[in-house]
């Protein structure tokens, strides 16, 4: 069984680093974190498999985007963007046994992000398309899942229209 | 490293839940069956360690984002 819920000491832990600046991140001053919200991954995510509890946090200064970031190590933080900016539709359906992993099968019963990364050539972002991130907001559950098909690519340039 | 001959259609079996089956091996390829569990997860290895090497590369920090950020986001709202 998943403990999803977070205990009282873990709240306040995370609490007195929110206030030391160190959840913050590009939000900068006035962020309102919802610590009720945290998003279980209980998987982790591919390169940070020891790590489960995240917040995703909307930069409300830099509309759409927003950062996925840990509570247990809140250096590792993500921008990333609704999948739906990335004008791919069938491409990024995501599979049955994907979606069990977070407890739905209900196709508009959750959220899709891409987590960007800036380019080696710098100016850029580039989406990682191949490997979106699956949110179930009413379980609280999240998870990376690996997609299939050709059009998807781990740096899918950034498009803007 | 453990070593097995198997023919197609032959399976291994790893812990109590976990079979992998031969489902055809022709020159050079062969192609395996998986069933395991849910919670654990299989791919392909190459394509796993490129998605870590993503993940770890796609770390933010403010001062290097938030001027390019300044750039685009406003062309998606």
Do not use: C, W
Request: glycine share 6%; aromatic share 8%.
């Amino acid at each position: 069984m998943i403990n999803q819920t977070v205990s009282e000491s873990q709240t306040e832990n995370y609490l007195h680093r929110f206030h030391s600046g160190e959840y913050a991140m590009l939000n900068g001053n006035g962020t309102e974190v919802d610590f009720n919200n945290v998003i279980h991954f209980e998987q982790g995510i591919p390169g940070f498999e020891f790590l489960s509890q995240f917040l995703i946090v909307p930069l409300f200064e830099y509309p759409p985007f927003l950062v996925l970031q840990s509570l247990e190590a809140p250096e590792v933080a993500m921008l990333v963007l609704p999948s739906r900016f990335m004008e791919l539709g069938d491409e990024l359906d995501v599979k049955t046994e994907d979606l069990e992993k977070i407890q739905t099968k209900d196709k508009n019963g959750f959220e899709t992000y891409v987590i960007l990364k800036m380019s080696s050539e710098g100016g850029k972002f580039t989406a990682n398309t191949k490997a979106p991130v699956i949110i179930n907001p009413a379980k609280q559950l999240g998870a990376q899942v690996i997609l299939d098909h050709q059009a998807l690519d781990v740096q899918h340039p950034l498009e803007l229209t | 490293m453990l070593i097995l001959t198997r023919k197609s259609g032959e399976k291994i079996r790893i812990g109590k839940d976990i079979i992998i089956s031969i489902v055809e091996n022709s020159t050079g390829q062969v192609k395996l069956g998986i069933e395991a569990p849910q919670h654990i997860p299989v791919h392909r290895e190459e394509i796993y360690n490129q998605i870590q090497a993503e993940n770890q590369a796609a770390l933010v920090s403010e001062r290097f984002t938030t001027k390019l950020l300044d750039s685009i986001s406003s062309r998606y709202r």
